[in-house]
């Protein structure tokens, strides 16, 4: 699978040292790397379909400072989805009323029927991609109907919505962001983690030192704004626990990569 990284702070937070951490576990996940590092106004990504150890870029990238109130990474261990750039997270796009989203994802959906409309619209070929392009459609949908742009308990009661869903039978965990909320959602046990401090909150697939990290809450949305959590969604209990023939179905996909 892939892991996670997320920071959501009440000020600019410079980030290169849990992520030189993070990206040092590109070895187990060697397919690719990203990051977003998000604002209100928009949203910048940089991506490689590269191991990141291997990167001269992110090299370069982490000797400076990388500053910002919310940031994304990823390191890929592709499953669905060749090993391209198209592929690599974070995904990114704006809404129908300009609002800037980008959105990381470790998991497999493995039945969610109202992503198959997607398989001929995106650009890569993974299912994380579609399961972006579904959120960013039920938003536009969603301000299509008000006439306006949602409110964040709108915005945060339709995404519960659709992880309530979407999780059944399926592992989903993923973190995005409109450069003010960090949403973030974990339904596979022991597969996210958080730490706060001095007004920011760091979040990783695995925790990054030995720091007081505390698992996620679990099998619900959690919103962040401004390094606390401020709201926390339905309990779905839609845990996903692997299973032999999952495993079977994945690696058979691997292969033919």
């Not at 928009?42 to 490689?48: F, G």
């Not at 470790?106 to 959120?135: A, H, M, W």
């Not at 706060?196 to 030995?210: C, M, Y």
Request: a positive charge; proline letters at 4%; one cysteine or more.
């Amino acid at each position: 699978m892939c892991e996670l990284f997320g920071i959501s702070s009440s000020k600019r937070y410079t980030a290169n040292k849990y992520l030189r951490e993070f990206y040092s576990h590109s070895i187990r996940h060697p397919h690719g790397w990203g990051l977003a590092c998000a604002s209100r106004s928009c949203v910048k990504i940089e991506k490689e379909s590269l191991q990141a150890s291997k990167s001269n870029y992110l090299k370069e990238r982490l000797s400076l400072p990388i500053c910002c109130e919310i940031f994304l990474a990823h390191i890929r261990y592709a499953t669905i989805g060749n090993v391209e750039y198209r592929n690599c997270h974070p995904f990114c796009g704006k809404d129908n009323k300009g609002v800037c989203w980008a959105m990381i994802h470790n998991g497999t959906i493995f039945d969610f029927p109202p992503l198959n409309v997607y398989i001929k619209k995106q650009c890569g070929d993974t299912d994380s991609e579609r399961v972006f392009l579904y959120f960013l459609d039920r938003i536009n949908s969603a301000q299509n109907k008000k006439g306006t742009k949602l409110s964040f308990e709108e915005k945060f009661d339709l995404f519960d919505n659709i992880v309530c869903h979407m999780s059944k039978d399926n592992k989903l965990n993923l973190l995005f962001t409109d450069g003010k909320y960090l949403f973030a959602h974990c339904n596979c046990k022991n597969t996210l983690h958080y730490l706060e401090k001095n007004g920011t909150a760091i979040l990783s697939t695995t925790p990054l030192d030995n720091k007081n990290w505390k698992p996620v809450p679990f099998t619900r949305l959690i919103a962040f704004h401004n390094g606390k959590i401020i709201q926390t969604g339905s309990n779905h209990k839609n845990e996903y626990v692997e299973s032999p023939d999952d495993m079977k179905l994945l690696y058979s996909i691997f292969a033919n990569l």
